[in-house]
C-alpha cells in the first residue's frame, strides 16, 4: 500500500479518497465511465483517471473494461459494497447534521393499522401539520402489513406483536385487550364469573388475527385460563367487529382504543372486568438506516406524547 494511504490522513486528503469511492461506485451503480460522468456532473476523464489510480495504488484490478461495459472484478465487488455502505452512512452524517438545525418539512410517508390509523393516527396528523405547515402526510391505513421498502415508506406504527426483522423500532405505548358485548347482551352475560363460561354465547371473530378464537385469561399471577370460542360472524376488519358487536351480533375481543368511547357512552359493555386479556404494544418502526429526518423524529414525539394522554385517561376510566 502507498505512503499516501499508510499516513494518518486528515482534510484535503480524507477528502480526496471519499470523492475516489464516489467515483469509483458510481461507476459501478451506472455500468459506465461515460453514465458516471453525467451522473457526477465532471468530465469522463476525470472519472478514469481517479479510478485507474485507485487501481494503481493498491496494485490490483477493480473493474474489467471492454469497448460496451464494465464490470467488477471478485475483488472490486466487496471493495464497491464496503465503499457503498460507507458512502451511505456519511450521507446520512451530513443530512443528520443538516437537519438537526432545521424545522420539519417536506412530505411525511407512513402508514399504520386502519384502525388505530382512524383512531389515533389521524387526528395526531391532524396537529402535526397544523405546528408545522411546511410538512405534508402521505398515510397508507391498511390491516395488513405493508412492507416499508416498497411502498418507500419512513415510517409505520405497527400495533401488536412486532414480527419484523431488520428493521429499527421504538416503543411508543400500549394497548389493552377487552372483552365487550353490546347491552342487549346483558341478561346473558351478568352472571358469568370465568372466562370458560363464555363458550355458550356468540361470538364476533376477527379474522385478521392470527389467533381469532383462542384467548388466554388471566385473574392473577397464577390463575390463568385458556378458552377456545366458536365464532357466528368471521370479519377481516376491527372496526366492521366492533360495528357488529354494537349491534348485538356478539361478544368480541377488542383494543382499548377501539371501544373506549363507546364503553364511557354505555354503547359497549365490558364482560369479565376482573379478567385480563394480554396486552399489546405500540411500536414505531423505521427503516434500517442511521439517520431520521427531522419530520419523523417529530411526528413519533408527537405521537407518543398523544399516545401517553391516551393511556392515562384509559386508566382512570377503568
Not at 28 to 37: D, H, K, P, R, W
Not at 217 to 242: K, M, P
Request: aromatic share 8%; hydrophobic share 45%.
Amino acid at each position: 500500500m502507498s505512503n499516501a494511504y499508510n499516513k494518518n490522513e486528515t482534510g484535503l486528503g480524507a477528502f480526496s479518497n471519499l470523492r475516489r469511492l464516489t467515483y469509483f461506485a458510481t461507476v459501478v451503480e451506472t455500468g459506465s465511465f461515460t453514465a458516471a460522468a453525467e451522473r457526477l456532473g465532471i468530465t469522463k476523464a476525470v472519472v478514469s483517471q481517479q479510478v485507474a489510480r485507485l487501481e494503481r495504488e493498491f496494485k490490483t484490478s477493480l473493474l474489467v473494461r471492454t469497448t460496451r461495459s464494465v464490470r467488477t472484478t471478485e475483488v472490486g465487488q466487496a471493495f464497491y459494497l464496503r465503499c457503498a455502505r460507507i458512502l451511505r452512512e456519511a450521507e446520512e452524517a451530513f443530512g443528520e447534521l443538516g437537519e438537526a438545525a432545521s424545522e420539519p418539512s417536506g412530505m411525511l410517508r407512513l402508514t399504520a393499522p386502519f384502525d388505530y390509523g382512524v383512531g389515533v393516527v389521524v387526528p395526531a396528523i391532524a396537529a402535526f401539520t397544523q405546528r408545522y405547515p411546511a410538512c405534508k402526510v402521505d398515510a397508507v391505513f391498511s390491516d395488513q402489513t405493508l412492507d416499508m421498502m416498497s411502498g418507500n415508506l419512513e415510517l409505520a406504527i405497527r400495533v401488536g406483536w412486532l414480527a419484523e426483522n431488520g428493521q429499527q423500532a421504538r416503543k411508543i405505548g400500549s394497548f389493552q385487550q377487552l372483552l365487550v358485548a353490546a347491552p342487549s347482551l346483558l341478561p346473558q352475560v351478568v352472571g358469568l364469573s370465568r372466562p370458560q363460561e363464555i363458550g355458550r354465547l356468540p361470538f364476533v371473530a376477527n379474522s385478521a388475527l392470527r389467533e381469532q378464537l383462542r384467548w388466554t385469561f388471566s385473574l392473577n399471577e397464577n390463575e390463568r385460563q385458556t378458552v377456545s370460542l366458536h365464532a357466528s360472524i368471521f370479519l377481516d376488519a376491527t372496526l366492521a367487529v366492533r360495528e357488529a358487536v354494537c349491534l348485538g351480533a356478539g361478544l368480541s375481543v377488542l383494543p382499548d382504543y377501539v371501544v373506549a368511547d363507546d364503553l364511557a357512552s354505555g354503547r359497549l359493555i365490558q364482560v369479565l372486568p376482573q379478567w385480563r386479556l394480554p396486552s399489546g404494544g405500540i411500536h414505531a418502526v423505521f427503516p434500517a438506516a442511521r439517520f431520521r429526518p427531522a419530520k419523523v423524529r417529530a411526528f413519533v414525539e408527537l405521537l407518543t406524547g398523544r399516545e401517553e394522554q391516551r393511556q392515562a385517561s384509559s386508566r382512570s376510566a377503568r
